[in-house]
C-alpha cells in the first residue's frame, strides 16, 4: 500500500532535516517544523520534530559521546527545564498566525546571526549558560526549536567542530525526553504523531548515516551557506501566511488517526 502524499511529504522533509541535523550538530527543527506546519498542524509537527531529536541525539550520542562538553550541556539543560513551560503555554494558548509569525522571526534572525559570522563576542565560562539554556526552553517547549540560542552559545565559546556538534547532542537527548513528557501532559503527543513517527524512523536512522558522512567529507561552508539559503525561503512564506492571517489548510486527518472525537470539545486521546 502506498503512503499518501501527507506521509509522503513528512518522511521528506524529515529526511532532509535530519541530513541537516547529523551532519552539522543542529538545524532540524529550524527546517523541519515550519515546512511540516505546511502539510499538518503546527501542535503535531512540534512534537514530531522533537522525537525525532531524540532519536537523532541518541545516535550520535552513541558515537561521539566522548567530545562531550559535560558541565555546558549541565547547565544548559537544567536551565531549559525552568524555559519549558513558557513554551509550552504559548504553544498552546497563541494563535497559529502569531506561532507562524514567531517561527519566521526566529529562523530570519537566527539566519543573520549565523551570516554575521563569528564576530569578535566570546565566552570565556560557563556564567550565562543558563540565559541561553532559558531561551532555548521556551523555544523548545513552543516550536520544538531550541537550536538558535544553543548554537549562538556554542559559537560564542568557539568550541571545535567535534565538541560543538557533540556538546549540543548531549542538550538535546535529556531536554527533548522532557519536552516530550510536556507535549504528552497537555494532550498534544496523540496517535497520529507516534504513526507518523515510527513511519519515518527507518528514514531518519538512514539519513543519520548520511549526514555523518557528509560532517566528515563535506565542505561545511557551502553546506551551511545552502541550509540559511533555504530557512530564508521558509521564513519568507511562513511570515506571507501569517500577514494574510491565512495560511494555507492543512490536509484534514482522520480522528481515528488524531484520536481526535467528532465533538471538538473532546479531549485527544493519548497513546
Not at 78 to 89: C, Q
Not at 128 to 140: D, N
Not at 183 to 188: C, D, F, K, R
Amino acid at each position: 500500500m502506498m503512503p499518501d502524499s501527507t506521509t509522503l511529504a513528512i518522511l521528506a522533509v524529515i529526511g532532509l532535516a535530519t541530513v541537516i541535523r547529523s551532519a552539522l550538530g543542529f538545524g532540524e527543527a529550524l527546517v523541519a517544523v515550519p515546512l511540516l506546519a505546511l502539510v499538518i498542524p503546527v501542535e503535531m509537527a512540534v512534537p514530531l520534530a522533537v522525537l525525532v531529536s531524540v532519536t537523532v541525539a541518541g545516535i550520535i550520542l552513541v558515537q561521539d559521546w566522548r567530545h562531550v562538553h559535560p558541565r555546558s550541556a549541565w547547565l544548559l539543560v537544567v536551565s531549559t527545564m525552568f524555559g519549558i513551560p513558557f513554551g509550552l503555554l504559548m504553544l498552546t494558548a497563541v494563535a497559529e498566525p502569531i506561532v507562524k509569525a514567531t517561527l519566521a522571526v526566529v529562523i530570519i534572525g537566527f539566519v543573520a546571526y549565523r551570516m554575521k559570522g563569528r564576530g569578535r563576542a566570546e565566552l570565556h565560562d560557563d556564567r550565562l549558560a543558563w540565559l541561553f539554556g532559558f531561551g532555548a526552553g521556551v523555544l523548545g517547549g513552543a516550536y520544538g526549536m531550541n537550536g538558535p540560542p544553543l548554537v549562538a552559545y556554542g559559537t560564542l565559546r568557539r568550541w571545535p567542530p567535534e565538541r560543538f556538534r557533540a556538546t549540543l547532542q548531549g542538550y538535546f537527548l535529556p531536554a527533548s525526553l522532557v519536552s516530550m513528557a510536556g507535549y504528552w501532559a497537555a494532550g498534544l503527543w496523540v496517535p497520529a504523531v507516534t504513526r507518523y513517527y515510527l513511519v519515518s524512523l527507518p528514514a531518519v536512522v538512514a539519513a543519520t548515516a548520511f549526514g555523518r558522512v557528509l560532517h566528515r567529507r563535506m565542505d561545511a561552508q557551502k553546506f551551511v551557506a545552502a541550509v540559511h539559503a533555504g530557512l530564508l525561503v521558509v521564513g519568507g512564506i511562513l511570515l506571507v501566511q501569517s500577514a494574510w492571517g491565512t495560511g494555507r489548510t492543512p490536509p484534514a486527518v482522520p480522528a481515528a488517526t488524531t484520536g481526535r472525537r467528532a465533538d471538538p470539545a473532546v479531549e485527544q486521546s493519548r497513546p
